[in-house]
């Protein structure tokens, strides 16, 4: 352990803590954008500026590990300098992005406008003197699931390490240097083409704290504030990652991950089918009601529940009754839960009377 001072109190903290980890442990509030605790920690945005006030230096906490005896200043409300550092790197990373907030996707959710809005920076800020020369680059929108603005990236590198770290998918990187630096694939390729490894995931949008990166299939559909919230358990495997449905007038409009300590992926990863796969829910198409087929006509026709289930009691009886129980056999789903699954075997063996039971996810 170590001995350090933070904002004035003493506290015991990990030696091998950073200054931003051991000040979140104890309570302090200091501003990121770039760091996320599950990704490794880059120093990237510079928005976690602390003061050493043994030495006067300032340090990007997420990077600076602790020392005894160290003395940090992490309060802007104490310390003008401080705020006027922060204030600073916002301003900085404001200076090249497009004035997009009115017809942008992310307002309401973006971290930078939240940030923005707390230093009172505006947009069009022309104090630093530098021109604005946006846009720089083209929209990348060639696949179905995501759209890149490099505009409005600010290289904090979260999508390149959930990408690299967690996914290890390792489908984009930092490409070009300096201003023409930004988010991209090896060899420029789309992420959907057949040299990219991504695998949509979707973990790299999840991760953006601006509108560089979105969900296609979201977009114009709701911004973060219209829409409801509702945690669900993703029906398409036995893992049952959780998430978020978004959705608007009843249609689900995205999907994310929920991310929460404790859970067994903590950034709220999903797979494509569970991030994507969710247009079956409000298709006209889908069943909704039994159907049985006529046998004269070969056609299907809409039953009640009631009628439904006496038809296949009635054929599982005669079938049992001619043929014997091992004349039947049940299959389940890793789509149902496990009481449900249960219950399948169970009835299976006690009431129809056969051992033959099987599971799509051990074919
Ligand atoms: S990314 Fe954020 S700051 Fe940039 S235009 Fe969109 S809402 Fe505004
Ligand atoms: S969607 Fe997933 S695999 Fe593809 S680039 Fe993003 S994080 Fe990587
Ligand atoms: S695309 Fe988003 S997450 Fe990736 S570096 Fe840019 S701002 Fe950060």
New binding site residues.
Partial sequence: MATITINGNEHEVAEDATILEAAREHGYDIPTLCHHPHLSNVGACRLCLVEDENSGELFPSCTTPVREGMNISADEEENERLFQSRRLVVKLL?SD?????MT????GS?K??DM?YHYDVE?EDESLGIPKETPRFEIESDNPFIEHDPD?CILCGRCVRVDNEVQCSDAIEFVERGFSARVGSALKKDLGSDESSCVFCGQCVQQCP???LQFKPSQGRGRDYQLEHTETTCGYCGVGCQLDLKTRDNEVVEVEGVSREGLPNPLGETCVKGRFGYDFLDDPDRLTKPLIKDEETGEFEEVSWQEALEYTADNFSRIKEEHGPQALAGLTSARCSNEENFLMQKFMRAVMGTHTVDHCARL
């Fill in positions: 404001l992005h497009p004035n997009d907030c942008c996707e992310a307002d973006c930078l406008q923005a947009i409005k601006t509108g560089a």
